[in-house]
């Protein structure tokens, strides 16, 4: 009886993950923000970044047309060739045959939210059935979304055995869980919610922020939050999991800084986009035209970028 | 208690017959160097501030200054005897009888404010002078020396022509002239700590910087001319020892304050018992940085670092003594151990150095000392493998775990990058290893329960107690030691009653 009391689930989960001091993580990643990333190693880390790009398009007016101009900016970023593709496109459960097609067996993968993305507020077997639906119809990755309110009610070994359906319907596709750390709020929840969802994914398999449909998505701080998770994870059960932010990063600035957070907190062996992705639309054609000012000295106008809409 | 029980049981070991998972530091993306290139503006040789101006020494006798980073020589000195410290004193005197202790405070106000103005309109500059004389990291000097000394200028010059608040119930006045004499570790901000009370309150000065730092003290003289002080009000002996002890026994001032080693700082004691001068002594510390099992474990980890390794634990208030609660001592080791790979030691003018170079030779020589003390009385020493630089006087950031209350580690200020581990079970033992040290200047507790926080800063004698945070700094907030790291107090209002008679 008493154990199931929700209390006394948040103290043991606290308890066994260890708690987060707010302000401490806030000063621990404005260091990241003062490092100086200048001529090759900034051109390694732009690059970096690109590959580690899911160049994502979730909005209801999405079509066919517009998922096939997304894979064919996810082939080819840029006309440099120099330019490493992106990791992955990431759209809706009803595109992925589109994307399927456009990427074909390039390295660029499919990712999809399912799980009635971005709320989860469906049947489990509903969201079971779009998870299965999207891998049938050729999604190497599955985004989900963690049954929040579950989590907020102490109700932890439902998220948990929810995340598990969710992994054994993805077969062999990797799964990426959402927290969406604006809905869990407070940095401890951000952690246990971490180890809650490690606790059942399979090495190569990721956590991520946020779907980028509510207020506040990635900062460093969660990013952070969720690094040491990782790192803590990995160093106890030698499982190694991935993470990807998503939403709010839309400059090449910003993408260094949470590369930096990599490099210092999970060392070289993340530094890949097996184990790290941006979540993100704009940050690609801010990451090109950074690398164009390296090459060229001199900024272009965003135009001069395919996929741009803005001008001067 | 059930939580620690709890928590060992989670931290389960990597299953048998695998190697354990490590974390990889190594060189794939190494970043390149970002060298600060601002123009310091850098005189070939400096001579004394006395009376409003630059004079030579009397004796004609200069001393080189050099860059501890790469041992080059970056100016000449000039070096003061016993006549250039009674001529100080003598403008000093001079200007407090005549323009400063007469005038109002508001238009003193105005004075010290145009300091902290001028001081941040050269910032950058005074940042690159203040790295390259002391050897810290840019981004310390940049993001934390000179802001915090334009900050205790502002925060002076808001007092000036408050000061009938200070003390309820009194009037204040000022003490008259006053002796200054201040250490390497943070040259700029120390100065600021000593002159701008002073100042506001109405007492004027005679310092002495310290020898192997005293180039960004000539530079603010330089702002002092600008800022049209009245000549005398504040007076710069450059020099060693000697010129020191010109400076703390010359008969004029009626107050003497003093930041450096709790040795020297006897020997200024010893000298001036007797006399009427007042003092203030802000020496040494052996800080305990108090970290129990339900705290933050990574934010712990982030201010032990923070407390120890910052400005290469050239700080009088770092927290050199880790306490940790058995239960979670090993986990709290190997993330220090993980953390400690990625700090940069090197370059100091380099944006991204964290750890730059050791002040001077003879106090690389004294870590180098103690640090072999540690490795004979069998602590056990760990050093991330960074690479140095062939040239300077640098020292890899360096953590002693299994360190008794014996070993030399654990009692005698390194004032280096070295922090010494030790552990305790019960609250008790904590406070008792905390406090069992002649010194008492800081401490630090990392703990989840606040009421443990509230006991630990009442029990602990340390001047200042920092709660899940390390070597915060802030003008209002008074800064001094209890037994052997001195008394008095720096900062806030009871710093400036320091520097007051009250009538």
Known sequence: MVAKSPAIAFRRLFDEVGTVDQIGVEERVAKFTTRSIKKASKIWGLKKAVSMVDLTTLEGKDTPGKVASLCQKALQPHDDPGIPTVAAVCVYPSMVRHARKHVADSAVKVASVATAFPSGQAPLKTRLGEVRAA?????????????RGAFLAG????????????????????????????????????????FVAMGVLREGDFIKTSTGKTSLNATLGNNQVMLEAIRDFYLDTGIAIGMKPAGGIRTAKQALQFLIAVKETLGDAWLTNERYRFGASSLLNDLLRQLEKEKSGSYQAPYYFSEAAESY | MPSLAAKKSTRTPARSGRPAPELIFGDLWEFDPAPETADPKLKSRYDLFIDGQFVAPKSGRYFDTINPANERKLAEIALAGRDDVDAAYQAAQRAFDTTWGRMPGRERAKYIFRIARLLQDRAREFAVAETLDGGKPIKESRDFDVPMTAAHFFYHAGWADKLEYVAPGHRVAPLGVVGQVIPWNFPLLMLAWKIAPALAMGNTVVLKPAETTSITALKLAEILQDAELPPGVVNFVSGAGETGAAVMSHPTPVKIAFTGSTEVGKIIMRSLAGTEKKMTMELGGKAANVVFDDAPIDQAVEGIVNGIFFNQGHVCCAGSRLLVHEPIADLVLAKLKNRLKVLRVGDPMDKNTDIGAINSKPQLQKIQELVESGVKDGAEMFQPACRLPSKGYYFRPTIFSGVTMSHRIAREEIFGPVLSMLTFRTVDEAIEKANNTAYGLSAGVWTDKGSRILKMSTELKAGVVWANTYNKFDPTSPFGGYKESGFGREGGRQGLLDYAKLI
């Open chain 1, 155 to 194: 109700d932890f070994s439902r998220v948990e055995d929810e995340i598990a359906a969710v992994v054994e319907a993805c077969g062999v596709a990797a799964l990426k869980v959402i927290l969406e750390v604006s809905e869990l709020e407070t940095f401890d929840n951000i952690r246990a919610a971490s």
């Open chain 1, 135 to 147: 891998v049938q119809d050729g999604a190497d990755e599955i985004d989900m979304v963690i049954n």
